[in-house]
């Protein structure tokens, strides 16, 4: 579910609206706590829901759990993750369905805006590592582009089989991982690069009867799907892929340069293909500089031919990109920023729901709205139900309370915090209790 409608606290707020109204003048520099990051930038970028908005964050571990918390604050809205490829181009390594998957659909989403999803859900966000905007990438025309399955639709086959293998997808005789498929008669399963899960699509002559997602052990179907989207498994057109997959079976001096496989000059560096209107953050503008040095350190050691230095783009370069692009800037150490959101961290020492109850009543005494969220429902059911003093509702896409007290939501959440400016409190079940750990054995944890 969505805490979308916790936003609104953050719009009514004088001081996020004062920063977004400065940004749109001039960049803006802010001090922000970092429980407080994800939940400040979802409201930053949904005040314009029509402008496509990239996230530069410090590592891709950063971005993967930046881009979870902003998917739980925005969802409908498209936030998409754009990670680093996990190899060098200089290597002639092909990088993991995934990885590729991820940043073919993060790239088309910002290039095609709302052209990828119903109008109504808002344009993209998408979060990137810095190393990940350090990576060039080939220009739309030399790359593939994903395409949809959806329920009821009519299908074509052949011509899918043929995408699919433009796409960089391998066929076999039973998927078992990500970017492989297998066709049975008028049954074709797919394991698309971007899911958790494979994919039946089971036709009727030439329409889609039945999408479901099935596990790869089992063959057992989990889940019925509307719409599934089959993200490129690879980053080149056929007919580049095919050279640079001769190029990494060489060894040695026998091994070509980058620029004899791949057409060097028309790759381009990320942040000059954004949509002049798109609005561009980094979530922590002291962890940039370093991470550059690294990738960078990393760049220029790994390879001998000097065309590998037109893949990348340097920390001198991609600082000024940055800097010319950049509407805001969040740090959580403090400075001379001119503006600044303060919040704690959300924990609790409570073990048990019993020693919870307190901590949510003495927060509603100090004129908090006070949002839990649980990962699964059932659980925040239960807990509800043996709450002895304190109702707690559950949120359910309803407005935000303006009122003190305690809702349960259905979300996930990395952390939590307690923002006195905003009299919000949000709190991950995890954070609120503090589960014992069961014993490794019967004689508990060894030494």
Partial sequence: MSLRSLLTY????????????????????????????????????????????????GDDRAARDLAADLRTFLRPRPVRLYPARGVRYESHLVPPPHLVGLRIAALDALLDGGAVGPADEGEPVVVASVAALAEKVPDPELRPHGFALEHGELLDLDETV???????????????????????????????????????????????????????????????????????????????????????????????????????ERFRDLLSLLPADALVAVSAEEEIAPALADTWEDVTTSFHDADAHHLYVGPDDLTAALDARAALRLSSISGDQPHAFRAQAADSAARSLREAEPELEKLVRSGYRTVVAWSRRGEAERAAYNLARVQAPFLDGKRAPQQPGVVFAAASLREGFLAPGLKLAVLPEHRLLRRRRSPEGPGGPRA
């Fill in 10 to 57: 953050a719009h009514d707020d004088g001081a996020v609206t004062a920063l977004s109204e400065a940004a749109h003048a001039a960049p803006q520099r802010a001090f922000v706590s970092g429980s407080l990051r994800p939940y400040l930038l979802a409201a930053l970028v949904d005040l314009d829901p029509r402008r496509p908005a990239l996230v530069v964050a």
């Fill in 162 to 264: 043929a995408r699919l293998v433009a796409c960089g997808y391998e066929r076999v005789e039973q998927v078992e991982d990500r970017g492989q498929f297998a066709l049975r008669g008028d049954i074709l399963d797919v394991y698309p690069a971007t899911e958790e899960r494979a994919v039946r699509c089971e036709l009727f002559d030439v329409e889609i009867e039945r999408l479901t997602f099935f596990s790869t052990f089992t063959q057992r179907s989990l889940e019925e799907a509307e719409q599934v989207e089959i993200a490129p498994a690879a980053e080149l057109a056929p007919e580049h892929r095919e050279l640079a997959e001769i190029a990494a079976v060489e060894e040695g001096d026998t091994r070509p340069d980058i620029a004899e496989i791949l057409p060097v």
